[in-house]
């Protein structure tokens, strides 16, 4: 368990270890409302880190312009961050790889 202060810490850390360079975004499936939580952190949009992209990008809104083919299996057992973040990232790769059913 950490506290607010110590996950606003931990995740300005994170955010200065990505390459300037490299277009930030964050992909969540049906994340809006966990993104709102998550923003909530920082308390109101202008105290977010500044680096912070102030949206987020919808995975199954991806899978909808790539014809919503069957997802990746989801990990088993109990619901798990770590988990659903590596589930994340494989269900982006693969649907990044179809082509597209709707131009974007």
Request: glycine fraction near 4%; charge should be negative.
């Given at each position: 368990w950490m506290n607010r202060l110590t996950i606003q810490?931990?995740?300005?850390?994170?955010?200065?270890?990505w390459d300037p360079s490299e277009p930030r975004q964050l992909w969540a499936y049906f994340g809006s409302y966990d993104f709102v939580a998550?923003?909530?952190l920082f308390g109101a949009m202008v105290d977010m880190p500044r680096a912070f992209p102030r949206h987020i990008m919808c995975l199954k809104s991806l899978a909808v312009l790539k014809g919503?083919?069957?997802?990746i299996p989801k990990p088993k057992?109990?619901?798990?961050?770590?988990?659903?973040?590596?589930?994340?990232?494989?269900l982006h790769r693969y649907l990044m790889d179809l082509p597209w059913a709707v131009e974007p």
């Open positions: 810490h931990r995740v300005r850390e994170f955010l200065h270890e998550f923003c909530q919503d083919p069957a997802l057992g109990a619901h798990n961050a770590l988990a659903d973040a590596r589930w994340n990232r494989d």
